[in-house]
């Protein structure tokens, strides 16, 4: 091959990251079906060490070109992706920012704040009046952490009250337990958020099987197509969800690829927004063939 | 009963090595030692003689620091004393060698020898000294075992003779040999009683069990019995015979030793017919027939084959060639449950590794090998139970609880359970490797009147042993191994130990009385 | 005084953690929180009664988690199947529920070959499968969720959210597994050989033992219960991913210990296995009842109760003999 | 013709796989390929190392990976804090790396310590304390990440990047611990003991060994083990998360038993832990080499190559015996 791109990402281990690695392997089929120059390499990464472990031999055995990379964790990555620019590779980042922004040539930039944010404030907006809030974070990480204050940042000013946050992993079944407890905690719940679409519909269970779904409504958040598929339609408890596209991942291999397709000076930083997913505007955001 | 307990005493005006007063010992409510004065002297083989059950090893245990004693006191070398740990006795040149074997089967003989003990250079152990050591220390056993073997790939006499080796390395001041023969050969016997003289000779002090009571008249020098936990008496050896020595252990006249089993008729049935078979385990081209309502008996010297041959036709280990016949039809057992189903059963002579277990309950363990007897559905409790209080009674098990673990039960004891155990199914042919081992006088002669009660039902039984004695005293014909081979089958007359011995070591038969004839007798003697 | 510390410590725990959870929520005791707590507690208890099975007979098996994930997700994809063929959603529900039993006595029936033909340990074998399973039901699902169609699942729900006389369906089933798995366990032949095996493989051998037979059958069923626990999982959220049944080989091998069986093999108690898969759910119940214990902790206060629960029965236990 | 299959198993597995890569790809081979996976093994090796340790005397430690990221996040904290206090970066680096010594061999003293005299399962301890290593690091990182500063990892750095004669620094490091593991296990009285206590513990106690304390120390060795690969850890990544060392105790365990050690106890191999803890991270070199296969069934590959390696050794060997 004239030009091989590596693509390093986490691995399927849960919905949004299972959405991710079927678009980053679309990206490869149609981008190699069209470029008979062109190779791309992915790698899906158990943890971050594994992931170091795949950059290195992306360089070592693979002599990449370009490197897209969304990392597992941002400061244990930094580093790695370092040696990698060394080597001369071309460098897309998506999602989450390394904590040296000089090392990358583009950045595909989710909004993870914004995610939360967004939820928040439509929260804030549809109980004007008040009303009591519970959340579901996912694995505590940056991320989490990030998606959390950003919900915070959205209700805050607001009559919300939240009564309280627990992880439930990213995971639907330790949300449908979550939500159990919450519901047996909580004799009035007017909103739950969920940092996961996943989790959202674990949570939904829950409170189908208590009978509780008229006293509440649940915002989402990543864009499951169950989850979008239920929002468009308007019969779900889940009113609304957050877009969090894990096709970023194809965008970025779209433009590290036009980068040496089209000769084009293609640099820079590309903010995906996290917008609100309604009814309204459900139908654009359906993937019927995606996993997520 | 007056004793001379204090003329050696005062004869040697030495102090005891080791002296027990007043020990008393209780497992819970059960009291099994009352009040016990013992004293062992350096320089003394002291026997230790009693039923099962009696509280031998319980006693040992406690003089060794393996147990401590719930009332009374002990004095080493004339100083009162309480060993707080076993490591704390072993430090004073106290060693046990257990009833049982202690070796950690993963590891080398050398290694298991000096194990505790290391021999270092510097920081690192220093194989090649140790390795040394062990040789020679076998070699003072005549045991032949390679110092590198895992002990896992030895037999039991051998891994008996790792266990000698290992406590002689340890310098002892008092050596307590609880049963070390019950697994040797009389070959093996003599080498060991050879090193105990020795040490006897450097002034060790020697407790010695044994339920063989010639091994007692060889060796002792003085015997204490116990019986029921309680000390009877303590004579020097030289004034009682082995009559006096049972009587005092029984607490009656013992009367036939060996029970009179007919010589079953030379064209009786022949239920188990064995041709040409040989395995990976050693053997080669072995054949026999067994006749219905027979004891055969099968001798030869220790790693003859014996075993091996017996697990290979139960299925346990696979025959490579060969056949197989029972009641005239050809059988293939590939599993000891096919030879079980066929109504065979082998008692093995490994019963803490291969006969019990340990950490259950005499009910579980005596029902284990005839679980489907008691089983319809659900295994029917009370049946159980009752057979095994048949069990009990009918073979003297002397236990405080159907309940109480086997491993607490003493060596003997074990051994009528697991006698017990593979007897419930009631076989056709039964094969008793090393029946009696650890079994006081008084219960041998009760095993033995099994034996003869399964013949007279029509039975057909098979013996292995390394007790000569036995094989001639029960056999009506003898199957004589030599490594791998049945060298010879003896009947009538020709069953004499120089007979069996000749095919043992492979001479063949003494119608040649010419060349020969030197070695044999050097042989027998060295093994008698 | 004696008391029979084995049996009682699992209870001891069970105990304090139900005044725990009395004391930090009046919710607790309701009628509704109990009953998730039971239901919750019968993936993993069930579970974790077959893992009682293998482990007294001296193996392990680390594979259920994955297990679970990959029968479930071929339950799915069967009955998703299927419902384009027929429109008797019982009989799509009939034959999805029989396949997963199917494959779960074939992937313990599988674990069961490798670990005696093949002499490896069980550590070792199920290592491996719980590995492969976790991969097959990714690459099934596409790295995404494989769903069950509704028609189906609304067909099939009962199976979770039903009840008889106000007991849900899958406490009656655990229930009647836990009976089943006693009885089995210590009333019948198979029991004691699978105790015996555990105990001493050599000792069953020589007591004309098949143990490699045992050892086998404990593993399927340990697969059996693993696809009875997939086969009321599946209706709960119809859905399953690689996320599905993480970890839940730990929490099933800590329930049986927890229960009082000894890692070691040689002794089970079923009973004490359904104390452990209940002291399991109760602890995380109980975190999420109060906010009194930050979020990030709750991992140490499990492994910390954990360990309490197995001192109360070992340590104290031991020492009092 | 008589092979020793139980040392060769590993080492036909190694070789295996050697020609599977470079059938795959011709820079397989090359020496910036070969140097990365010694480097990128040290992690694994050296805690399978002091696992070796721990399996051989009949225990096990799951809780090894957790406290590799509590080791990991303790010794970036307090480096961080170091830092402002001193100007001396070395001073700061040295203090910081013997602080994760001293942790890993307390860590291993409390998991030694709650097995021998509170008589608990070490699978229960070590899962215990695996949740509370893990929930500390996520309750010190506040549910994120610890860094380290740029300044002290700068001055850290060549821990992990540096070479000596073109050897990196950690397969200096992982080569002496290897040597210096099978020393202690072949060569001293403790080694034996330790083996002795795996195979009978009895046995052992019966040769006066003192086999808590033969226990503690391997635990002890264990996380000294653990605190070394932690030391060699930081500077490459230079964080530690809640996600740091996931499944490292997995990975040890198998490069251990792939080596032939008996995972239930009694029988140690230095040299097999080493050739497991390579074959482990070649299969992961290898599937990063090609994508021939699914990303997906990653999982599914590394089991397969688990078992079979384990199977060249136990299966086969067993039957020539
Ligand atoms: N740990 C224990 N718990 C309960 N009872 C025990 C325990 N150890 C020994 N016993 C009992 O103490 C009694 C004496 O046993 P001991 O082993 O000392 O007999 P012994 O004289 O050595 O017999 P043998 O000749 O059969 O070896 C037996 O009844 C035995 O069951
Ligand atoms: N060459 C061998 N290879 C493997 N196993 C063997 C070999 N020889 C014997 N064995 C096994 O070792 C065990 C015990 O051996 P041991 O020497 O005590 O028995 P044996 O050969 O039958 O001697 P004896 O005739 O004294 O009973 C038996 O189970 C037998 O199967
Ligand atoms: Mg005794
Ligand atoms: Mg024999």
């Known amino acids: 091959a004239d030009i091989t791109i590596g693509v390093s990402i986490p691995s399927a281990t849960h919905g949004w990251a299972g959405g991710m690695n079927w678009h980053a392997a679309e990206a490869k089929r149609r981008l190699e079906a069209a470029n008979p120059g062109l190779k791309i390499i992915i790698s899906a990464s158990g943890s971050a060490t594994e992931q170091a472990n795949a950059l290195e031999d992306m360089v070592s055995v693979q002599n990449i070109d370009a490197l897209v990379i969304l990392p597992f964790e941002s400061d244990p990555l930094t580093d790695p992706v370092r040696r990698v620019k060394e080597s001369g590779a071309f460098i897309t980042v998506v999602d989450r920012g390394l904590s040296d922004p000089t090392i990358r040539n583009i950045y595909v930039a989710g909004d993870n704040p914004g995610f939360g944010r967004s939820a928040g404030q439509y929260i804030a907006k549809t109980l004007s009046d008040g009303g009591k809030v519970v959340a579901m974070r996912g694995i505590p990480t940056v991320i989490d952490d990030q998606r959390m204050d950003g919900f915070l940042a959205g209700i805050k000013g607001s009559k919300i009250e939240l009564l309280d946050s627990k992880h439930a992993n990213w995971n639907r079944d330790k949300a449908f337990e979550v939500m159990q407890d919450f519901l047996t905690r909580f004799p009035k719940i007017d909103a739950v958020w969920a940092a996961d679409d996943d989790m959202a519909l674990g949570a939904l269970e829950a409170i189908r099987e208590a009978g509780r779904e008229t006293e509440m409504f649940l915002v989402g958040g990543g864009g499951a197509k169950d989850v979008v598929a239920g929002v468009r339609d308007g019969n779900s408890s889940i009113a609304v969800t957050v877009l969090y596209p894990p096709a970023m991942i194809a965008t970025a291999i779209d433009l590290t690829a036009a980068r040496f397709i089209s000769n084009g000076p293609v640099e820079g930083i590309f903010n995906l927004a996290s917008p609100l997913i309604t009814k309204e505007n459900a139908a654009a955001f359906y993937f019927a063939k995606s996993p997520y | ?528 | 005084m004696i008391i029979n510390w084995k049996a009682a410590g699992p209870l001891i725990a069970l105990g304090a953690l139900l005044v725990l959870g009395t004391l930090i929520n009046g919710n607790f005791l309701s009628t509704g929180n109990m009953t998730n707590i039971l239901t919750r507690s019968s993936f993993i208890g069930i579970i974790a009664i077959g893992a009682t099975f293998v482990i007294s007979s001296g193996s392990i098996d680390l594979s259920v988690g994955s297990m679970a994930a990959f029968i479930a997700g071929v339950m799915i994809m069967f009955m998703n199947t299927l419902k384009d063929l027929t429109d008797l959603m019982w009989l799509v529900v009939l034959a999805g529920v029989l396949a997963g039993a199917v494959l779960g006595m074939f992937a313990g029936w599988l674990n069961g070959i490798l670990t005696t033909r093949g002499k490896i340990e069980a550590f070792i074998v199920t290592l491996g499968t719980m590995g492969i399973y976790r991969s097959l039901v990714t690459y099934l699902a596409d790295g995404g969720t494989l769903s069950l169609n509704s028609q189906v699942r609304s067909m099939y729900r009962p199976v979770y959210y039903g009840d008889i006389l106000g007991i849900p369906f899958p406490v009656i089933i655990f229930a009647a597994m836990a009976v089943l798995g006693y009885v089995v366990l210590n009333h019948t032949a198979y029991g004691r050989h699978v105790q015996s095996v555990g105990a001493n493989e050599h000792v069953a051998r020589y007591s004309a033992i098949s143990t490699d037979r045992v050892k086998i059958i404990a593993f399927m069923i340990q697969g059996a219960c693993v696809a009875m626990a997939t086969i009321i999982y599946v209706p709960r959220l119809g859905s399953a991913s690689s996320s599905t049944g993480v970890l839940w080989e730990l929490e099933a091998i800590a329930a049986v210990i927890i229960g009082g069986t000894l890692l070691k093999g040689g002794y089970g108690r079923i009973g004490g296995t359904v104390a452990g898969a209940l002291i399991l759910t109760l602890i995380g119940n109980i975190l999420n009842l109060t906010d009194a214990i930050s979020n990030y902790l709750n991992g140490a206060v499990q492994g910390v109760i954990i360990i309490a629960a197995v001192f109360l029965q070992r340590g104290i236990g031991k020492k009092q003999k």
């Open chain 2, 1 to 528: 009963m007056s004793s001379s307990n204090d003329s050696i005493a005062n004869s040697l005006d030495v102090l005891p090595a080791l002296r027990a007063s007043g020990i008393n010992k209780s497992f819970g409510p059960i009291a099994v030692l009352h009040d016990i004065d013992f004293e062992v002297y350096p320089g003394e083989i002291h026997a230790l003689l009693g039923e099962n059950g009696a509280g031998k090893s319980t006693l040992v245990k406690i003089l060794a620091g393996f147990e401590q004693p719930t009332s009374g006191s002990l004095a080493f070398n004339g100083a009162p004393t309480v060993w707080d740990s076993m490591r704390d006795a072993e430090e004073n040149g106290i060693v046990l060698i257990h009833q049982e074997l202690n070796l950690a089967g993963l590891l080398s003989v050398e290694e298991n020898i000096f194990l505790g003990r290391e021999i270092k250079k510097g920081l690192f152990v220093d194989h090649t000294t140790m390795r040394k050591k062990s040789r020679t220390l076998l070699d003072q056993l005549e045991c032949r075992a390679s110092v590198t073997a895992r002990v896992d790939d030895l037999s039991v006499a051998d891994q008996q003779m790792i266990e000698i080796a290992k406590a002689t390395s340890r310098n002892a001041n008092v050596l307590f040999l609880d049963e070390p023969t019950a697994v040797l050969t009389p070959h093996e016997t003599k080498s060991l009683f050879k090193l105990l003289r020795r040490l006897k000779s450097e002034g060790v002090a020697i407790v010695f069990i044994s339920h063989k009571l010639d091994e007692i008249e060889q060796i002792a020098d003085r015997i204490t019995v116990l019986r029921d936990g309680k000390h009877i008496d303590t004579v020097p050896a030289h004034s009682v015979t082995k009559d006096d020595m049972a009587r005092l252990m029984v607490g009656r006249d013992l009367t036939e030793y060996f029970p009179h089993i007919p010589v079953p008729d030379k064209n009786a049935d022949i239920v188990l017919s064995v041709q040409g078979v040989a395995t990976d385990t050693g053997i080669v081209d072995a054949g026999f027939d067994l006749r219905r309502a027979e004891v055969l008996g099968f001798a030869g010297l220790q790693g003859a084959g014996r075993t091996a041959l017996m697990e290979a036709l139960i299925g346990l280990d696979p025959i490579t060639t060969g056949t197989i016949q029972q009641n005239g039809t050809t059988v293939k057992f590939k599993t000891p449950g096919d030879a079980k189903t066929a109504r065979i059963a082998y008692l093995t002579k490994d019963r803490k590794g291969k006969g019990l277990l340990l950490g259950n309950d005499l009910v579980h363990n005596f029902s284990l090998f005839a679980l489907e007897k008691f089983t319809r559905f659900f295994i029917n409790r009370k049946a159980e139970k009752a057979a095994f209080d048949a069990a009990a009674k009918q073979f003297d098990l002397r236990a405080a609880s159907p309940k109480m673990l086997a491993g607490s039960l003493s060596g003997g004891n074990q051994q009528k359970l697991l006698l017990a155990k593979v007897l419930e199914i009631n076989p056709d042919i039964i094969i008793l490797d090393e029946p009696t081992r650890g079994i006081d006088v008084g219960a041998k002669s009760q095993i033995y009147g099994f034996i003869a009660d399964l013949v007279s039902q029509g039975r057909s039984v098979i013996v292995l042993s390394s007790e000569l004695s036995e094989i001639i005293g029960l056999s009506s014909r003898v199957a004589v191994m030599h490594e791998g081979r049945i060298t010879g089958v003896l009947e009538g007359d020709q069953i004499t130990e120089e007979e069996i011995m000749r095919f043992a070591t492979g001479l063949g038969a003494s119608t040649d009385a010419g060349k020969n004839n030197t070695t044999t007798a050097t042989t027998v003697e060295e093994i008698s």
